[in-house]
């Protein structure tokens, strides 16, 4: 009797910690059980971290930026299991390297491809050992709600002498639009996934150094493609909307065109979107990295080439966080020079990590002809360091956004049923997701750290009832598609009705 | 054991051959050399034909006369079941100009210099795609469609940014055996060139595929054995003519 007892007390203890979620880190000292390796483009890490708050408790995030940053490489969660996922058991320590560094094309397209040679990895050695608490954090607290940040700082990632196939990798939007200009490795043909599945929609915008947010809150679709096709290369031949700048001629300036690099998600849906590359064929504008080559550099990362000099400059990013680096530079610097960044949604100004003075942006995000992804009002602001809710991006009057897109190098290898291809599919099924979407109006559903984050593409939802985070048009997986502007959404809307 | 040998010798001229170093290759490029480049477009296959003339923009006299015998490497490319077009392109730039000969059937529209650098840029990846195309010729290639120059991206951006119209047929192009004007175009101006391009091949019922430039309705020359027999029959027309009028 007493045996059986401490057996139900035993049993009572290993379901109530295996039932919890408190914080028992794995800890950098653990060996893990299984490491995945997957890739992508730098706007899904956030995407990827609220996927694995679902599969996984006690995360923590690694990092080998200094002063406990986000990398800007490698996204790298640890955590233990919450349930088993195929022959993936529950209760396992699992490490997942995420490697986005150099665009969505690069990492999450051509990887996938048959003829593949893999990409880098860092030892898991590198990442553990030596791995020290982030001074304030907490570990395992990487799905805390209002945190989302790097837990663990680890030394120089050592990266692995022999390449890795990752199990899937993700682009911002369809791989064929990777093609011609927007194809790192031309004039070689696209190189194609063996599988491809569209997954939620990417929101995409114009970001801003807050010196021109202060006159000029408002881009016509012309004015940016003029920008990014070069033709408008001083802020003079541009108008302002604020208070001092109202209706008048910008002060000359040349502009700063923080750019993305050849394969970039970023680059590719920002030249469909405002040059109309390529599905226009020949009414596309070419972009003027193309036409005149980058001028200004090959990367910021806060450092040259982005200065206080004067001069046009084209600056080639490699990933969004170089983007948004250059923004809070330019912005502190006070040299007065402007700069306009093509920029996912997922970094939004309003957040310590993007701010250069605590509650002083470094960037914004503007209007496009007239309309902004959201409200713009208290509790409903990109900008702002609460939420957003989309609303616009939602209806289809915001149309820059893509659905971005879940690849593998074979189309049988999310059903081959080894821990692999089930931890991918596990990861897929939480991708396609309509209770994934990181905008408000969805308690509880928000990404780590309550930042803005997707919205799920039409084509996955089972049902838009209740649900404010589903796009109510959707690309069905082809940029070219055409976006309804849906004007006002009647309430709750019953899949397969018109919402009109 | 001679007959060995042969097929020894055969084998071995046979395996060299599938071991030789794919030639490709053209050497074309659009922005310092400007090399001048035949395009020939089969628009029934989207695919395209293309042809090295070696001259660069700097030594083209549009003053001169040029003529190139292109059959050996043209005439298996054509067939008298498609449709083919042809245009005669070279484009350089320096700086944020750049500078363009090339035909067309209708004046070029000029807008803008960055407009027109659009143009150039279409012509640059154009022929850095097709430079990497395997050719068993360093001065032609056949371009598959997924490189051809009759693409909406490739000759449809041409013919939108410098003529002003994006819609097949493409400005630059015309029929063959059809000559084509030629226009500089340098900064926000452009000349039209003093001669004319044109492309007569077999499927015009000749014996050879040649490409032409040269001076325009200038009168063919007669070769001196036909001058002597017309002065001849002339002569003998006027002696004819007298002995009636004495008899």
């Known amino acids: 009797m007493k045996m059986s007892t401490k057996a139900s007390y035993l049993a009572c203890s290993i379901a109530a910690a295996l039932g919890s979620n408190a914080a028992f880190a794995v800890g950098p000292g653990v060996t893990p059980d299984f490491v995945f390796y997957y890739g992508g483009g730098s706007a899904e890490p956030q995407a990827v971290g609220a996927a694995t708050c679902r599969l996984m408790s006690n995360v923590d995030l690694y990092t080998s930026t200094a002063a406990g940053k986000a990398d800007t490489k490698y996204y790298i969660l640890y955590g233990t299991t919450l349930v088993a996922n195929g022959t993936v058991p529950a209760g396992k320590n699992v490490m997942v390297m995420y490697k986005f560094n150099g665009g969505s094309y690069t990492n999450g397209g051509q990887p996938q491809s048959p003829a593949s040679v893999g990409l880098p990895y860092p030892t898991v050695a590198s990442v553990t050992t030596s791995a020290a608490l982030v001074p304030g954090a907490t570990a395992g607290s990487y799905c805390t709600p209002g945190n989302g940040v790097p837990t663990f700082q680890s030394g120089t990632f050592t990266i692995e002498s022999t390449n890795r196939q990752p199990d899937f990798g993700l682009t911002d939007l369809e791989v064929p639009a990777f093609a011609g200009i927007n194809n790192p490795i031309a004039p070689a043909a696209l190189s194609l996934p063996g599988a491809s599945a569209g997954i939620y929609d990417l929101v995409f915008g114009i970001a801003v150094s807050s010196q021109l947010y202060a006159q000029k ?40 065109l923080l750019d993305r690099n050849i394969g970039s998600g970023h680059k590719t849906s920002s030249s469909a979107e405002f040059l109309g590359y390529p599905q226009l064929g020949a009414l596309a504008t070419l972009p003027t990295s193309v036409v005149n080559g980058y001028l200004g550099g090959s990367d910021g990362l806060g450092t040259p080439p982005v200065v206080c000099a004067a001069g046009y400059q084209d600056v080639q990013e490699s990933s969004a966080a170089g983007s948004v680096s250059d923004l809070k530079l330019l912005a502190a610097a006070g040299c007065g020079l402007r700069a306009i960044s093509i920029l996912s949604m997922d970094n939004p100004p309003g957040i310590a990590a993007n701010q250069n003075v605590a509650g002083t942006n470094a960037y914004d995000f503007v209007m496009l002809n007239n309309t902004a992804v959201d409200t713009g009002t208290t509790g409903d602001d990109e900008n702002s360091a ?37 931890f991918a599919a596990a990861y897929l099924a939480q991708l396609k997701s309509a209770s994934l979407p990181g905008c408000s109006g969805s308690p509880g559903k928000k990404f780590p750290g309550n930042l803005p984050g997707v919205i799920t593409d039409l084509d996955n939802a089972t049902t838009l009832t209740g649900v404010t985070c589903v796009s109510v048009t959707s690309r069905n997986g082809n940029s070219d598609s055409p976006l309804s502007p849906f004007k006002t959404i009647p309430g709750n809307i019953t899949l397969g009705s018109d919402p009109l | ?145 997924a490189q051809w120059w009759g693409a909406s991206l490739t000759e449809g951006i041409l013919s939108n940014r410098l003529f002003a119209n994006a819609v097949v047929p493409y400005s630059d192009a015309t029929a063959l055996g059809t000559a084509l004007s030629m226009y500089n175009v340098t900064g926000t101006g452009f000349t039209t060139l003093p001669s004319t391009w044109d492309l007569t091949t077999t499927l015009q019922g000749g014996t050879k595929d040649v490409l032409t430039y040269g001076p325009q309705g200038s009168p063919v020359p007669l070769p001196t054995p036909l001058l002597l027999l017309a002065s001849g029959l002339g002569l003998m027309g006027v002696v004819s003519r007298r002995r009636k009028i004495e008899a």
Request: net charge negative.
């Open chain 1, 217 to 256: 809150h408002n881009f016509s679709y012309s004015e940016v493609a003029g920008i990014l096709s070069g033709t408008i290369t001083n802020w003079n031949q541009l108008y302002g909307d604020q208070a001092g700048f109202a209706g008048a001629a910008l002060p000359a300036g040349d502009v700063i």
């Open chain 1, 386 to 422: 609460t939420a957003t809710s989309y609303v616009n991006a939602i209806k289809g009057n915001y149309t820059d956004f893509y659905q971005a897109h879940f690849n593998t190098k074979t189309s049988g290898f999310l059903t081959s049923h080894t821990t692999n291809s089930d």
């Open chain 2, 1 to 145: 054991m001679i007959s060995s040998f042969r097929i020894k010798l055969l084998a071995g001229a046979v395996a060299l051959a599938l071991a030789a170093p794919s030639m490709a290759n053209t050497t074309l490029n659009a922005t310092t050399t400007g090399d001048v480049f035949l395009n020939v477009t089969d628009t029934t296959n989207s695919t395209s034909f293309l042809f090295d003339t070696g001259v660069t923009q700097a030594a083209f006299n549009a003053n001169g006369s040029y003529s190139f015998d292109i059959t050996s490497a043209l005439s298996s490319f054509l067939n008298t079941t498609d449709s083919f077009s042809y245009s005669v392109i070279s484009a350089t730039k320096s700086g944020l100009n750049s500078v363009f000969d090339l035909t067309g059937v209708t004046t070029p529209v000029i807008v803008s210099n960055s407009n027109n650098n659009q143009g150039q840029a279409a012509i640059s990846l154009f022929l850095v795609a097709a430079n990497a195309v395997t050719s068993g010729s360093s001065t032609s290639v056949v371009l598959p469609t």
